[in-house]
Structure formats: C-alpha cells, structure tokens
C-alpha cells in the first residue's frame, strides 16, 4: 500500500467500498446554555445508536475533483488501485489546509492509512506554510471524532444550525502546524 498525491477522480470508486459512511453505539450530545448575553456548550460522551450513510453522486465527484486540481490532496492505493482519498482544500483567506473529505474501503480500515493521511497532510500544511489544519464533522460521528482526537485534533468549534431538519451538530476540530 502507497500513499502518493491524489490526481482526477475518473468514476465513483467508493461504490465498492462499503459502508459510504459510520455506525456507532456512541455520540457526543450537546447541549446549550444561554444567561443573558453569554452562552456556553457542554459536550458529553452519550450511549447511542447511530447509522449514517452517505451516497456519493457525480455531482460530488466533481466538485471533489475541483479541490483535488489544487495538488494537496492524497490517494492511497494497494496494487494500482485505489483504496482511500484524503481530499484537502488550502483556504488562503485563513491560511488553512482543509480536509473536506477522508474516505477509506471498509476492507482497509483499521490499517493505520488513516494516521498515514494525517501524516502526509501535516507535511503539505507545512510545506504550504499553514498556520493549522482543519476540518468539520458530525457529533454523531464518534469514531471520527476519536480518531482525530487520538492524532491530534482538538474540538474548536460548534454549529448547531449547519445541518437542516437533523440531530446533527458540526464540530470543528484543528490542529495548529508547527513550522
């Protein structure tokens, strides 16, 4: 298995994937408290079911494709193939890497190609002189959330409004890159 720069998006790989998406028996539960003026978030590990799938169009494909025609997302691929994607967006306006999208076959998961991905955008975001890099996910989405923690994301933000008619909440997560 390589890790190399991810080019053009051809055909919707993710097809034979897998799961396009996480299943979890835990969610961050969040919860809002307004006094005046001043509010604040209270986040807390929640035993719940949650079963979240994603269908992945050409319409997504190619605006995936958009952001990998900048060179700073990866690919990683067993055999010639590919088996995972790391899409990442340089964001100028806030001197930002991005990661829009981590996507890997539910046969390879588990193998460490996700720390991989977070290793080789850590070096772009370096390379590119980012001052952190970031990212958005959902807080029924544990294990992601877990797994960025565990390589070094913390929490930075919240939306409860981004998802319309929904349970989900963003997160935000960062980290700052050490130049």
């Not at 919860?31 to 079911?49: A, D, M, P, V, Y």
């Not at 890997?104 to 720390?115: A, P, W």
Request: aromatic share 12%; with cysteine; glycine share 6%.
């Amino acid at each position: 298995m390589e890790i190399k720069k991810l080019e053009k998006i051809n055909e919707n790989t993710t097809i034979n994937w897998g799961l396009n998406g996480y299943e979890t028996d835990k969610v961050i539960a969040i919860s809002t408290i307004e006094i005046g003026n001043t509010f604040e978030f209270n986040l807390r590990e929640k035993n719940q079911h949650y079963k979240k799938i994603w269908e992945t169009t050409s319409e997504d494909i190619d605006d995936l494709n958009e952001i990998i025609e900048q060179g700073n997302s990866f690919g990683a691929f067993e055999n010639g193939e590919l088996i995972g994607w790391a899409i990442c967006d340089f964001r100028e306006w806030n001197n930002s890497l991005f990661i829009e999208n981590i996507l890997i076959d539910e046969k390879f998961r588990g193998q460490n190609i996700g720390k991989l991905f977070i290793k080789n955008i850590n070096r772009k975001a370096r390379e590119l002189q980012c001052r952190l890099v970031e990212l958005e996910t959902q807080n029924t989405n544990y294990p992601a959330i877990k797994f960025f923690q565990n390589v070094g994301f913390s929490i930075t933000g919240i939306n409860t409004k981004l998802y319309k008619d929904s349970i989900e909440t963003a997160l935000y997560m960062s980290f700052e890159v050490l130049i």
